[in-house]
């Protein structure tokens, strides 16, 4: 097979791993800078140039799109399915995920359990806003952050109102959720692929912080899930249309939370926690699935 991965550095661990074991299993693989790509759109013959050159016929395509660059990396993502090329998640997934509150929104939807969640851009009665997800401390996030920049614990009323006034001041969308105390700084992430769980890993904060993202000095180790977590971590997935993704769950009184469904993970973290090879398990699922214009959408999304 040829599989293209959209990365715009070669030299990530994650992206080093995946042409590693793609090249391991006798596939040509290219890494190809997603920004440096532009698009011949056109109804007859629709393609994706590179480098002064249109690139050659590839199978499949992993997306390793980046957070800051969703809009222009889907768009290319999508310019590949309309060519026949399969990719591993689709362009109307990746921004579905993208979407914190539209993400929540469809995990809701489907009765997949979460933090009570408030979502605002300029409350008239802050203080309802924070009551109705029962009360400080809570959690307030920025609705574009990532690897833990913008989300805020307030621990009491009073800061809380603060902290989500000079956000209101920037004129930044926010949500706001209950702090889930009982899950101790921890979270799971569940590495989903071809809807099962490959891998997982317990995400533990540093002292002093509650964030447990691995950016933020948080440490990682093997964990063994519940029937329960595997299941939404698997739910929370089918949701989003992602093929490959993980998800991040929370431990709390009533049973495992998403917080978050991640369209383009890293394999740093989970590789070495669990000591498997989930790199090759994904080119293993690629090279199972691609087929041509085998996507829901056909680029058409």
């Given at each position: 097979m040829r599989i293209a991965i959209l990365s715009r550095n070669a030299n990530l661990y994650s992206t080093k791993r995946l042409v590693e074991a793609g090249?391991?299993?006798?596939?040509?693989?290219?890494?190809?800078?997603?920004?440096?790509?532009?698009?011949?759109?056109?109804?007859?013959?629709?393609?994706v140039r590179y480098k002064g050159k249109r690139l050659p016929k590839y199978d499949a395509i992993i997306p390793r799109i980046g957070a800051s660059v969703?809009?222009?990396?889907?768009?290319?993502v999508r310019q590949f399915e309309m060519t026949g090329t399969y990719s591993i998640n689709e362009s109307v997934a990746i921004s579905r995920s993208r979407d914190k509150l539209r993400s929540l929104q469809l995990l809701s939807r489907k009765g997949i359990g979460m933090p009570r969640t408030g979502f605002a851009h300029h409350p008239d009665k802050i203080d309802d806003l924070i009551k109705n997800v029962g009360g400080a401390p809570v959690v307030i996030?920025?609705?574009?952050?990532?690897?833990?920049?913008?989300?805020?614990?307030?621990?009491?009323q009073k800061a809380a109102e603060a902290i989500i006034e000079a956000f209101m001041g920037l004129n930044a969308s926010i949500l706001v959720q209950e702090y889930i105390k009982e899950a101790g700084g921890s979270d799971i992430r569940c590495l989903v692929v071809g809807g099962k769980v490959i891998a997982a890993m317990k995400r533990q904060a540093a002292p002093g912080e509650f964030r447990s993202n691995l950016h933020r000095g948080g440490s990682a180790s093997?964990?063994?899930?519940?029937?329960?977590?595997?299941?939404?971590?698997?739910?929370a997935a089918k949701?989003?249309?992602?093929?490959?993704?993980?998800?991040d769950i929370l431990r709390s009184?009533?049973?495992?939370?998403?917080?978050?469904?991640n369209s383009s993970p890293g394999l740093e973290g989970i590789e070495n926690?669990?000591?498997?090879d989930v790199a090759g398990m994904i080119i293993d699922f690629i090279a199972k699935s691609a087929k041509p214009h085998n996507t829901k959408t056909k680029g058409t999304g």
């Open positions: 090249r391991d299993r006798g596939h040509e693989v290219d890494v190809i800078d997603t920004m440096h790509c532009y698009m011949d759109i056109t109804s007859a013959k629709p393609s969703s809009f222009y990396g889907t768009a290319v996030k920025l609705l574009e952050g990532t690897q833990g920049i913008g989300v805020v614990l307030a621990d009491t093997l964990v063994r899930l519940s029937p329960a977590e595997r299941k939404t971590a698997v739910e949701t989003m249309g992602l093929n490959c993704c993980g998800v009184n009533n049973g495992p939370v998403v917080m978050e469904v926690a669990t000591n498997k």
